[in-house]
């Protein structure tokens, strides 16, 4: 009743940190929080799917996307196009309902240009030597892909302060609660309170006053 548009939550962070594990377990423990999928110009890994990890398309098609303003942010990471498409995220927030993305960090400082109110969550592995071990783990990308994505690390985290968290994702389960904490403390904020609506319904107590 007091939430005007549904919370729109930014996770960024290294490649490998978790990004994608947290948002999986998220949106099955927060039935009330959707995912967005992305449109991307990278082949899908082995076991992705179209529509489900995200809507793989070529250069040609996302080129296209832009120019249509198709995309609420887009940006080239790690040599590949991704965006986020503008119809489903602004249905979803206008309609009262919680938004997740998971993108990177040029992208994320868009969002925050376009949507104040949202909220940057940054997350990082407990070490740099654990963020490699889990990218070779994964399996999913060779030697080249790893070696540029690790590249990276230390520029992506000079990008941390202006981020409003910081998860560690050391154990799991405890950067899950604490993401889920950070959904709860901003659902609680003063200024998603709307005083207006509350003092309508609560009209009714003029009966107490006569
Ligand atoms: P990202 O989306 O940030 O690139 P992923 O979610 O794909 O990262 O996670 C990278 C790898 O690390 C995956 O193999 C995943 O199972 C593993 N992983 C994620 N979180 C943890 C954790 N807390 N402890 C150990 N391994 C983890
Ligand atoms: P991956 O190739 O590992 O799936 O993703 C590589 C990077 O692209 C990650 O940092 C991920 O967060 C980011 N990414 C995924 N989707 C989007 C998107 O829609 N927009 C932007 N800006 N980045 C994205």
């Known amino acids: 009743m007091m939430d005007r548009e549904g919370l729109l939550l930014v996770l960024s962070g290294p490649s490998g940190a978790g990004k994608g594990t947290i948002c999986q377990q998220l949106i099955k423990k927060e039935s009330s929080i959707s995912l967005s999928v992305s449109v991307t110009t990278r082949s899908p890994r082995l076991g992705e799917e179209h529509g489900k990890n995200y809507f793989f398309i070529n250069e040609e098609q996302f080129k296209q996307m832009i120019e249509g303003d198709q995309l609420l942010e887009w940006a080239q990471v790690y040599g590949n196009f991704y965006g986020t498409p503008r119809d489903?995220?602004?249905?979803?927030?206008?309609?009262?309902?919680?938004?997740?993305?998971?993108?990177?960090?040029?992208?994320?400082?868009?969002?925050?240009?376009?949507?104040?109110?949202?909220?940057?969550?940054?997350?990082?592995?407990?070490?740099?030597?654990?963020?490699?071990?889990?990218?070779?783990?994964?399996?999913?990308?060779?030697?080249?892909?790893?070696?540029?994505?690790?590249?990276?690390?230390?520029?992506?985290?000079?990008?941390?302060?202006?981020?409003?968290?910081?998860?560690?994702?050391?154990?799991?389960?405890?950067?899950?609660?604490?993401?889920?904490?950070?959904?709860?403390?901003?659902?609680?904020?003063?200024?998603?309170?709307?005083?207006?609506?509350?003092?309508?319904?609560?009209?009714?107590?003029?009966?107490?006053?006569?």
Do not use: M
């Open 88 to 210: 489903w995220v602004e249905k979803k927030l206008q309609a009262g309902e919680d938004v997740l993305l998971e993108i990177d960090i040029q992208g994320a400082l868009q969002i925050k240009e376009k949507f104040p109110q949202c909220i940057l969550v940054f997350v990082i592995p407990p070490s740099i030597n654990e963020l490699q071990a889990r990218l070779i783990k994964r399996g999913t990308d060779c030697n080249d892909v790893i070696k540029k994505r690790l590249q990276c690390v230390e520029g992506e985290l000079q990008k941390v302060p202006q981020y409003d968290y910081i998860v560690v994702n050391d154990c799991l389960d405890t950067a899950i609660d604490q993401v889920r904490s950070i959904i709860v403390a901003e659902k609680c904020r003063s200024k998603r309170f709307d005083i207006q609506k509350y003092l309508q319904v609560e009209g009714q107590h003029e009966s107490y006053l006569t």
